[in-house]
C-alpha cells in the first residue's frame, strides 16, 4: 500500500499568518490526492481533491499543490476557524490511504 | 441539504459482533460509492471498506477481511456495517462517508475520494 507522510506533525501559527503542511507519497500518485480539515469532536471535511481544485465553499486562502510524490496545502492567512488537524489522502491506488496528520495549532 | 447520519454504536465485549447504519438524505443514494472510514481514539483517519451503488462489488481494508461486511438498501437510503469477531483494535469512531469520483481520460480509470462525512458513531470494544 501507499504510505503517505505528512510534515511537521504540528505547526504553530499566528492569526493572520501563512501555513505551508507538506505531504509526501510513497511511490507516485499523479494528482490523485485530497486534504481534509478535522477540528476537535468533528467529522472531516474536504477541503481539495485533485491536489489542487476546492471543494464545494472552501474560502480561496486554501489551495494545494503539487503532483507525483510531492504535495502542499497552503493556508495563505489563518483564520481562527481554520485551527484544526489536516490529512492528505491518496486515492490513486487501493486501498485509499491517509497521512498522519498535521495539526495547526495557535502560536 | 447533504447528510449522512450513522446510527447503532456501542460498547461490546471483545469476540462479539455488532451492526450499525446509516441514513442518507438529500442526494440520490443509488448514485453513489459509500465507504466506512475509521478513527481510533486519539489516531488518523482509516478507511475499512466500501461498496459500488449496486452492491455488486465490495472492498475491505486487510485487518477487517472475513469478520467485517458492508451492505446497503437502496430503497431504504442505508448503507450497514456488520461487525464479527471485534477486537479492542476495533474500537474507533465509525464515520459513513460519501465517494464521489473524477474520470482521468488518460488512464481512462475513475479516481474516487471522499466528499461528504457524516458526524460519526463510537464503538467500544472492551470487556
Known amino acids: 500500500e501507499i504510505v503517505m507522510t505528512q510534515s511537521p506533525a504540528t505547526l504553530s501559527v499566528s492569526p493572520g499568518e501563512r501555513a505551508t503542511l507538506s505531504c509526501r507519497a510513497s511511490?507516485?500518485?499523479?494528482?490523485?490526492l485530497a486534504w481534509y480539515q478535522q477540528k476537535p469532536g468533528q467529522a472531516p471535511r474536504l477541503l481539495i481533491f485533485?491536489?489542487?481544485t476546492r471543494a464545494t465553499g472552501i474560502p480561496a486562502r486554501f489551495s494545494g499543490s503539487g503532483s507525483g510524490t510531492e504535495f502542499t496545502l497552503t493556508i495563505s492567512s489563518l483564520q481562527s476557524e481554520d485551527f484544526a488537524v489536516y490529512y492528505c489522502?491518496?486515492?490513486?491506488?487501493?486501498?485509499?490511504?491517509f497521512g498522519q496528520g498535521t495539526k495547526v495549532e495557535i502560536k | 441539504e447533504v447528510q449522512l447520519v450513522e446510527s447503532g454504536g456501542g460498547l461490546v465485549q471483545p469476540g462479539g459482533s455488532l451492526r450499525f447504519s446509516c441514513a442518507a438524505s438529500?442526494?440520490?443514494?443509488?448514485?453513489?460509492?459509500m465507504s466506512w472510514v475509521r478513527q481510533a481514539p486519539g489516531k488518523g483517519l482509516e478507511w475499512v471498506a466500501n461498496?459500488?451503488?449496486?452492491?455488486?462489488?465490495?472492498y475491505y481494508v486487510d485487518s477487517v477481511k472475513g469478520r467485517f461486511t458492508i451492505s446497503r438498501d437502496n430503497a431504504k437510503n442505508s448503507l450497514y456495517l456488520e461487525m464479527d469477531s471485534l477486537r479492542a483494535e476495533d474500537t474507533a469512531v465509525y464515520y459513513c462517508?460519501?465517494?464521489?469520483?473524477?474520470?482521468?481520460?488518460?488512464?481512462?480509470?475513475?479516481?474516487?475520494?471522499?466528499?461528504?462525512w457524516g458526524k460519526g458513531t463510537t464503538v467500544t470494544v472492551s470487556s
Open positions: 462517508v460519501r465517494d464521489w469520483h473524477h474520470y482521468d481520460t488518460l488512464t481512462r480509470q475513475y479516481y474516487y475520494y471522499m466528499d461528504v
Open positions: 438529500g442526494f440520490t443514494f443509488s448514485n453513489y460509492w
Open positions: 461498496i459500488k451503488q449496486d452492491a455488486s462489488e465490495k
Open positions: 511511490q507516485s500518485v499523479s494528482s490523485n
Open positions: 485533485g491536489a489542487s
Open positions: 489522502q491518496q486515492y490513486n491506488r487501493w486501498p485509499r490511504t
